[in-house]
């Protein structure tokens, strides 16, 4: 099993940063690729990036291409989600997931990935 924990999240706004991270304990070494998803009350959960276990592959949704960059620290067991340029339409509960799949680059599809954390919610001010 692994167990993911975010943290990070908390009130900005608009236009100010933050940065999300998400620690990774248990069985570490089965996962592959990282990704960031969030969720607003009455909708799907949406991706929002992604990155595989060396780094070198990354994909972003439009909505935060530009403002959003990923990155992660295999020593750590942590991957961290850098948001600039935070718009209230940002708002939500974001989600850290683990892949246990070895793919070519990644995926962006919720039901792919193995292991999820609670959840930090991010909360945009106009």
């Known amino acids: 099993q692994v167990q993911l924990v975010e943290s990070g999240g908390g009130v900005v706004q608009a236009g100010g940063s933050l940065r999300l991270s998400c620690a990774a304990s248990g069985r570490t070494f089965s996962i592959f690729g990282m990704g960031w998803f969030r969720q607003v009350p009455g909708k799907e959960r949406e991706f929002v990036a992604a990155?595989?276990?060396?780094?070198?592959?990354?994909r972003f949704a439009d909505s935060v291409k530009g403002r959003f960059t990923i990155s992660r620290d295999n020593a750590k067991n942590s991957v961290y989600l850098q948001m600039n340029s935070l718009k209230p339409e940002d708002t939500a509960v974001y989600y850290c997931a683990a892949d246990r799949t070895l793919r070519v680059g990644v995926t962006t599809t919720a039901s792919s990935y193995d292991y999820w954390g609670q959840g930090t919610q991010v909360t945009v001010s106009s």
């Open positions: 990155i595989n276990r060396s780094g070198d592959s990354t």
